[in-house]
């Protein structure tokens, strides 16, 4: 049977102990029996990589140990965790990912109890929110809503508009509209049009995930930045 070995130390990675459970797995994680930073990177690359590596590796910690760890350093935002976990290496980016049986939600790991997705979805729906940003700025007075819906509900996040449930128009339906009523400025479409149309969304450039300017929005090419001026 294959020794046992902490690969934990001081919240980075016992290299020895990878090294030699290396030499025993080699055949499985296809190392040798030296660990750099290069060989880690690569692994790193995609998540689904090194969460295979990770529970063959048994590299991370557990789920429980990982959720006192977090609750002991004072982290209570994904963000702060993501930063965190690069300093960590035994704290894994894609926590959803590596603790798939454990896994509930982000709000569970950093100690926060949000609504589940179905909950937080019909809210923000009978709440008339129908944008991120409006999302985001009711989001901060409700302890229940996380900022960032689509890093907490990563299993079930399949976009803005099918979470806020919006009667809006998509993206090349509105290009087309806009052009049958001959909006061509962004001034016009934000006082006027936008305002007689329901299926108009205030701010497209933060509704649409799918956005890319306003000039492509109104049909024309984005101007192209000019060259400088010589000195005289």
């Known amino acids: 049977m294959a020794k046992r070995y902490s690969e934990v130390e001081k919240g980075r990675l016992d290299v020895s102990a990878i090294q030699e459970r290396c030499q025993y797995r080699r055949s499985l994680c296809g190392l040798s029996s030296s660990w750099s930073p290069v060989r880690e990177a690569w ?29 002991i350093a004072g982290i209570n935002k994904i963000k ?15 926590p959803h990912q590596v603790y798939k049986p454990d896994w509930t ?8 109890k949000f609504l589940s997705y179905k909950e937080a979805s019909k809210y923000a729906r009978e709440a008339g929110l129908t944008d991120q940003r409006q999302y985001r700025s009711n989001a901060k007075h409700h302890k229940g809503l996380p900022h960032n819906p ?15 449930g919006s009667r809006h128009l998509t993206l090349p339906a509105l ?30 450039q933060n509704f649409y995930e799918d956005w890319v300017s306003w000039p492509h929005l109104f049909g024309r090419k984005p101007r192209k930045a000019g060259r400088p001026r010589k000195a005289a």
Do not use: C
């Open 43 to 71: 692994w790193r690359e995609t998540p689904e990589r090194w969460a295979w590596l990770s529970a063959e590796m048994g590299i991370f910690l557990s789920y429980e140990d990982l959720r006192k760890e977090v609750k």
């Open 150 to 164: 689509d890093k907490q509900y990563p299993e079930d996040w399949a976009g803005w508009k099918a979470f806020l």
């Open 105 to 112: 939600s982000w709000g569970d790991l950093l100690g926060k």
């Open 175 to 204: 290009k087309k509209a806009v052009k049958k009523a001959g909006v061509s400025r962004e001034t016009e479409y934000r006082q006027v049009h936008y305002k007689l149309h329901a299926s108009w969304p205030s701010n497209p």
């Open 80 to 94: 702060e965790y993501l930063v965190e976990a690069k300093l960590r290496h035994n704290w894994p980016q894609s």
